[in-house]
């Protein structure tokens, strides 16, 4: 028995030891963080929210327009709208959609879903009433949270969702008297609340009176219960729910706080900016639930494109952390009076979404002193994956290493085989917080899997011999706007539908302010469609970010031998035409 047990120990050594040879970015770790995470013994998103709300009960948790909720009232608050949600039938496992920006409201309803035992369905409010009906229909959501602002939406999508109720919030939701007077200049003075109307519609602040007054529901949640349905185009084609369960989520929370605990000074009390709206999976793990895990406050920002609103609130706020991608740190290192904002305390400025450039991080560092650390992660994952220190003395240009209790193949894209270190290769992951697979999607999940649970990201990645991951292409034809993300296929779909698009193929490309442009060739059947006309049809039905910059009239598209239209073909002959033109101007 004891030579076995010696044998064990000897076996695990030496598995350990490998590991490690296999895993040289261990060397890189700041002081302090662990190679592995006990992630097993950590609960749910539930018992980290009540632990916080218990341990930081007087401490601010969000703040919006000025007004702070302490973590205290955020736990009533969802404790009341959990009631609320029970009370209408909401049962364990259903789920719940969220419509909103960065308000006060969200939080509060995606924590009262979770007391409540239901899965949230992040919605960007952004969403055509197409967009919509197809995320609504698919997740099978019975109840959907909706700020007024983007309520005509709902309205107009309505006769063709599978609803059971739907529930209207204001930006000054659970603000008091301030949030009452937000809300006049919201409807009378800015008028952003086109005119809508949904019969039977429960207002938030209504429901959250009623479930005041009933009893707490009490529901056991496991870490292997849905937390979140997170809608992304995946690797390919349409919009998918990735599906995120409590454990996959909360790993990731534990992961992140491992990473920036030794960088972190616990005699400050840490502030995040949070311009990134939280229904993205990125904020939502690394400034949401970040923050809720170690006491800080999310400052929420509702509208960043307001640069001017947004240096304002920045001008107020004595912050030490914040998330953002390329094109926001851009903006802000440009705008008027940004040269007037404290940036004394900030400690952390993490980037990720689409690729920082070095222009841009040399103006944020030279405005703030903060130097910008990148990071990748996908929805997927929840998100992340890879990160650089938290403050790197220089701006690396590369998304950084593994954190904690993951696992990075670089892999032939053909036959799944391991390249060699410095050599291209598909970037796979394994880990905690990896997704289960799509929602009800067996064959897209059995797509993106290799036999041995390594997730295919669709990202083509380079490692040094140190451990540092560099993005050098995809494989993927996902469209990049400013961290959002655009599936070419749908935005193909929408343009195809137009009686007088004989063929269209689309792809994104450079571009300096958001770092890729969605551009789409159309093969047109009539004289009389036009670049304008093309575009109008898809303002009516897709995102804004969606539509395309340009639109490119050709007489063929360039296809394989069996009819597939080639995207890299027409990416690859733009990118050489623009070079050509460069050379020459």
Not at 268 to 279: G, T
Request: with cysteine; charged share 20%.
């Amino acid at each position: 028995m004891v030579e076995d047990r010696r044998k064990a120990k000897a076996q695990s050594t030496s598995e350990k030891s490998r590991a490690y040879r296999d895993r040289p970015w261990l060397d890189l770790y700041p002081k302090g963080v662990p190679a592995e995470l006990d992630t097993e013994k950590l609960g749910t998103l539930l018992d980290l929210f009540r632990e916080s709300v218990r341990s930081f009960a007087e401490r601010p948790a969000y703040r919006s327009f000025g007004k702070s909720v302490s973590f205290a009232e955020v736990g009533r608050f969802a404790s009341a709208f959990s009631a609320w949600l029970r009370a209408q039938g909401i049962e364990k496992g259903d789920r719940v959609a969220l419509m909103m920006p960065n308000i006060l409201a969200y939080p509060i309803a995606m924590f009262g879903a979770h007391l409540a035992g239901a899965a949230v369905v992040n919605i960007n409010p952004l969403y055509t009433s197409t967009e919509l009906i197809h995320q609504i229909n698919d997740s099978g959501a019975r109840l959907i949270v909706v700020l007024e602002n983007v309520a005509h939406t709902v309205a107009e999508a309505l006769p063709r969702l599978k609803l059971d109720k739907v529930v209207i919030a204001k930006v000054g939701d659970v603000m008091g008297l301030k949030g009452t007077l937000i809300n006049f200049a919201n409807r009378h003075v800015k008028k952003a609340v086109p005119p809508f109307e949904i019969k039977h519609a429960a207002s938030f602040s209504a429901a959250l009176q009623l479930g005041a007054t009933l009893p707490t529901p009490t529901v056991n949640v496991s870490a292997d219960d849905i937390a979140f349905l997170q809608y992304t185009g995946g690797t390919t084609g349409t919009s998918k729910g990735a599906v995120l369960r409590h454990r996959n989520v909360i790993a990731n929370v534990e992961q992140i706080t491992a990473w920036f605990r030794p960088e972190t000074d616990p005699a400050v009390s840490q502030v995040m900016i949070a311009a990134l709206p939280l229904y993205h999976v990125y904020a939502l793990t690394c400034n949401c639930l970040y923050m809720m895990r170690i006491g800080g406050c999310c400052v929420l920002i509702a509208n960043p494109r307001d640069i001017k609103g947004f240096v304002a609130t920045l001008r107020k706020t004595r912050f030490t952390a914040m998330t953002g991608v390329n094109t926001l740190y851009n903006a802000l290192a440009q705008a008027p009076g940004i040269e007037k904002v404290d940036f004394s305390g900030l400690a952390i400025s993490s980037a990720g979404g689409m690729a920082v450039q070095e222009g841009v991080a040399a103006k944020w560092r030279s405005l703030t002193g903060s130097v910008i650390s990148e990071g990748y992660g996908l929805s997927e994952t929840s998100p992340v994956v890879t990160a650089n220190r938290g403050r790197p003395e220089v701006f690396t240009g590369t998304i950084g290493v593994p954190v904690p209790s993951t696992e990075v193949s670089l892999r032939a894209p053909e036959d799944g085989a391991e390249v060699p270190v410095g050599s291209p290769g598909e970037l796979c992951v394994r880990g905690p917080q990896v997704m289960q697979g799509y929602w009800r999607a067996p064959n897209a999940t059995a797509a993106v899997f290799y036999p041995d649970g390594f997730l295919r990201t669709g990202d083509v990645a380079t490692m040094s011999p140190d451990g540092q991951f560099r993005i050098v292409d995809r494989i993927k034809d996902m469209i990049s706007i400013s961290g959002l993300k655009v599936t070419p296929n749908e935005v193909e779909a929408v343009i195809a539908s137009h009686p007088e698009v004989g063929e269209v193929a689309v792809i994104g490309l450079p571009d300096p302010q958001s770092g890729e442009a969605v551009i789409a060739y159309v093969v047109s059947r009539s004289l009389n469609l036009t670049e304008d006309v093309v575009r109008a049809w898809c303002r009516e039905r897709l995102a804004a970010y969606k539509v395309p910059r340009r639109v490119i009239f050709r007489e063929s598209l360039p296809k394989t031998n069996v009819g597939k239209v080639l995207r890299r073909a027409l990416r690859d002959e733009a990118l050489q035409a623009k070079d050509g033109a460069a050379r020459t101007s």
